[in-house]
């Protein structure tokens, strides 16, 4: 019996016997086919970089369903007879790029390019799906059917962390058929104004709908109507065909002792529950193929849905319209039902996720489900097989119970429909169903695990006599909020029943629902997710306290025909502008071109490390980390035999050859460890690398693995900076980098008016979240020689650590780095280690190994952003004007030094931005037991900006004025800005601060909007809104870096720079910078010259002195580097082609120069050493960003509503480079003020530790509208052909985001203090960073609903 499926087109035939039934599609696709677009970043369906295409065929219907599913958790056994598509299966460079590829690349829509090849499958995935389903009018080939909002939706479960998915949804939305194509942001197709409408469509690479990919081949038709039926008992993994077949199967497995089995639908349950993975089971049971199970019929009664149909077909068959004739009311139901199942994951993963797969992971193993609570509000049953034989049970009776047994079954679910009345009769006769959903999560549209779901179903009716809304009875249903399972509210639901809705009975009500929905031990935020169950109960059923409720016209006041006005919330569509200023001064630098290989990675060609097809007798690594921050190791072993299936070796301290040293990452004044001696310094700390055949086994074994720990006479560790302090525990920060005071504090203090003393303000850390995870290939060579290809931001640094590990000459080693799957900084000292052990491993085992760090080790050993404990004093007067600020700074650095001695001067030079009068401060690094810190995008400066506007919302609300004004005040002139920066202030007209702070104002109607704000804000009582305008100032070095510019015979050109390429953009620039600098050499088109040059890998022995790629400077840095270069060969060549032309009397083409130049030997290989003097390695960058936020009272939830940024960026070498990485800066620093928790327990191990728990942005939670205006400031004599750095400054204008969550939180506590008999609340807060939902909500009062009906009852009894 044999596997048989396609994929790209491609015929595959596997043997069933020799499979391992574990075996996911990914790790098919990447380690045993060429196709390796599909790419590996969770591992657990929470992130979209492995979807493919997934499409069967009905012979009996001749139809061809095509969907996407996520390829790390599709297991390949169930793919038989089905069809792949993969990114490079739609196009690729030798047959043609898709469409999709080309505008990916032309809307600047991939930067590293790990998210691209899933972004773009998702989207035709979208575009195929229209085309079956859309009831759009026919449209022309060349346009598909999908709409705008549809196009938006494309998306929205795969995440991407380097372009703030902006240019991504524009990419989407030039397919859509509804689009105006003017609203689409920035592209290389058209330039705004340049163009009519019909032009812009001609230009955009055409689509053609009716011709598009065939994604299910003819061949597979074939067998499948051929198809043969196996014997299901006889493999490891069956695929049963009825309802009886299973049942025997079952029992003959029950009657062989000992046999463990795994019921299979989607798998999408092992994304959560991942030692299922590991676990190794005796039979796999299909359970997708038997139609039974996958059946969903509507009948007299309701539906019926077989407990395999995936969560995708539910919700398409729940939302098809049909007439409920007895039952008219209940479409709106279904409705519901299906809205909210939407928000369960994400589509590939709703496409594959069963509806009894979830409800079985919450019977068994308590998954906090959605299905589960909605199902139960709606009165659903259920049909199991169990030992019991068949039973037909309410779902809540089967929630309720013990865990089913491994082979009891789950056969399908009913949901009834609701006969009004059916409990009691009444003797009035208009009643109402009302029905609805509720979803606290982190983020709105799904793919986040609720923190409290709900759902009530209600029959109401009016009473006349009463005058008010009577619950007749109603079913109340909670769950995801750290319960057993969902639970019916049966205290509150008795409760309400029979009464008429008031206020004081909303309020008992909610008294005794606060009894009930109690999180258990150990939930995070329990009382947040109280109130949620209290505000969701108070939403539902306030619209009917209101005596004026009375129904007409079949509505109720507040419900529309059961539809609850509320619910209707849905958020605005995504909508920007770009305002780009192109320079062609120096053309083709300044010009918008295509990221280079833009297409290449979206079709998912672009080769990154983990790409490199593994070399003969490759092993694989994976890291045992410390648990234990500090303790003596006593040793390694593994609990049994099994957990050592296929593991070599196990590297650790005691491999590191004679002559070597334990050195596992090299910096600038530093050194760390690469594994830990004899005792542990800090959790996450490497103890050893397990080697194994695979890479999943190697997980495996060191998941398993068990390290023995000793404490005696050890003295404690330090776990915070107040104990670092207590016991003296710094790093030392030289003093070149140490940041320099300004003016005396004591005479600005007592200048001062007002004195705020000793405030504190606490942060957290960030995780990278880079899409690729740490990655490296160690391969030795001959004599004691070893080459690696890592993913890495600091090749050289690598290089000389590996080097004096191994105890070899530098020459002896040599780094290759391509590109990087986005580092953000994670990727320039915590990338050595990995490096590093990999090619200990590779020089114990004389064999190639290679490590893939799966996302939970990347995320508990690379420390993040540092986190810090800050106290400030600062004086002011009465005007706002600020006279003086004393800070004391403890940085937490971790264990290891790292180049945290850079953070002091980075802190201090953001904080600078203002004008303090006079500054001092005490910043100390302390050295603890903690992971040791790294320099994450920013790093130290978004800290600085953030403590500078905290202290003026301080100062502001001290003297209750505008913060807005305060933050004028406080702006330097620039001679207070020349006294601050020292010597790095440049000219006056440099300094654009002012005027953009100004420009902005009038670019987002700054004025008028904070007065519609102050309107809003009056009229609504559960909606807030807060609008913030911040200035930054970011200074920046340029370093040495290196430049070789090499023409080859036929006239291409090979440039190599120290730089790497980690989606930033720096080979573009790069390229644009050679094409223009060899211009005098030119006499054809510039276009052709960009076209011969490619920019080459990085390889550390080839090109040494290739510094560091951070800071934001290195692309101008190389770019000026290879300005150098240029300028040599165009030296050298210049004469040859005056003498050339001379001879021709006409102009020369350039390959004609070039045969000259080899023939007369020429030298055409140029190298230089760009080092920027002292007046030109410092400068400041400016931006303005004004944002507006929304949040919900009843959740805590913010809405971003608008953003605008204005950035200098000098004259831009590439302003659609520059523009995504202003956006994608923004996007991040937005999930650190607003959404990503890294939170440790108190050894500092890390707890969110997951895509399950932390939430990066994605394209439901960035602004709405999000508008950015590049500054062209004109002139710049210091900088690299006038241009200014955009990697890093632009981040720190997300606080602006978090001022305006802070302005609207303020009115929020404003307004719940009117509603307070006495004020506890106090005007002075702080908001958390991350301001989550939960943080929001408890600044906003987590009983503001009872202290809302505590003031409406006094208010009603007066
Ligand atoms: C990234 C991600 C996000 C998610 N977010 C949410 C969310 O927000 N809300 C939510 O409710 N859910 C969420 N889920 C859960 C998702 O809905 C479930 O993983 C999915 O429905 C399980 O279905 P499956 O067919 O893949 O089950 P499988 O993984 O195949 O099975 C799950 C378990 O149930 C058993 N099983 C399966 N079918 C049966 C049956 N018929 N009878 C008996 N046992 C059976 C299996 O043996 C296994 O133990 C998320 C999942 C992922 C991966
Ligand atoms: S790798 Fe599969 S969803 Fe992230
Ligand atoms: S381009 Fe999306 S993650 Fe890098």
Redesign the pocket.
Known sequence: MSLVFAINGERFELYLSSLDPSTTLLEFLRYQTPFKSVKLSCG???CGACVVLMSKYDPVLNRVEDFTISSC?TLLCSIDRCSITTSEGLGNSRDGFHPIHQRFAGFHASQCGFCTPGMCVSLFSALLDAEKTSSCPETSPGVSKMTVLEAEKAVSGNLCRCTGYRPIVDACKSFASDVDIEDLGFNSFWRKGNVNKEEMLRRLPRYDRNNDICTFPKFLKDEIKSEMVSDPKKYRWCSPTSVQELQSLLETCKATNGVSV????????????KA?KDQKYDKYID?TRIPE?KKIQKTDAGFEIG??A??SKVIKALNERKEFQIYPYMEQMFGKLASHME????RF??N???????L??AQ?KQ?????ATILLAADATVNIMSSRGLEKITLEKLLERDP?E?C????SVEIPFWDLGRYESFPEADSEFLFETYRG?PRPL?????YLNAAFLAEISYNETLKGTTVRNCRLAFGAYGTKHAIRCKVVEKFLSGKVISDDVLYKAIELLRDTVVPKDGTTSPDYRSSLAVGFLFEFFHPLTQSRAKPSNGSLNGYKNGFHPNSQKTLPMLSSTQHVIVNDEYYPVGEPVIKAGASLQASGEAVYVDDIPSPLNCLYGAFIYSTRPKARIKGIHFEDDSSRDGVLDVISCKDIPAGGQNIGAKAFFSSESLFADEITQCVGQIVALVVANTQRNADRAANLAVVEYETEDLEPPILSVEDAVEKSSFFPVPPFLYPQPVGDTSKGMAEAEHRILNSEVRLGSQYFFYMETQTALAVPDEDKCMVIYSSIQNPQFAHSTIAACLGVPEHNIRVITRRVGGGFGGKTQKAIPVATACAVAANTLQRPVRIYVNRKTDMIMTGGRHPMKITYSVGFKSSGKITALELEILVDAGAGPDISAIIPSNIIGALKKYNWGTLSFNVKLCRTNLPSRTTMRAPGDLQGTYIAEAIIEHVASTLSMDTDIVREINLHTYESLALFYKGGAGEPHEYTLPSMWDRVAVSSDFEKRVSMIEEFNGTNEWRKRGISRVPITYQVALFSTPGRVSILNDGSIAVEVGGIELGQGLWTKVKQMVAYALGPLQSGRTEEILEKIRVIQSDSLSMIQGNFTGGSTTSEGSCEAVRLCCNSLVERLKPLKETLMQRSSGPVNWNTLITQAYAQSVNLSASNLYTPDYTSSRYLNYGTAVSEVEIDLLTGQTTVLRTDIVYDCGKSLNPAVDLGQIEGSFIQGLGFFMLEEYTTNSDGLVLNDS??TYKIPTTDTIPRQFNVDILNSGNHEKRVLSSKASGEPPLLLAVSVHCATLAAAKEARKQLRAWKSHDDSGSMFQLPIPATMPAVKEICGLHIVESYLEWKIRENSR
Request: net charge neutral.
């Open positions: 657990e369906g929470g958790l795994k019921l299979v639908a989607g798998n999408t349950g092992t994304g959560y529950y299922e359970l199970l407990a395999a995936t969560i928000k369960i994951a994400s993963i709703r594959l996720g069963s509806i009894g797969g979830n079985m992971m068994r998954f906090p489900s959605d299905m089913l491994s009891d079954v789950l056969l999560a799904g793919n986040g695990l609720a895509t399950w």
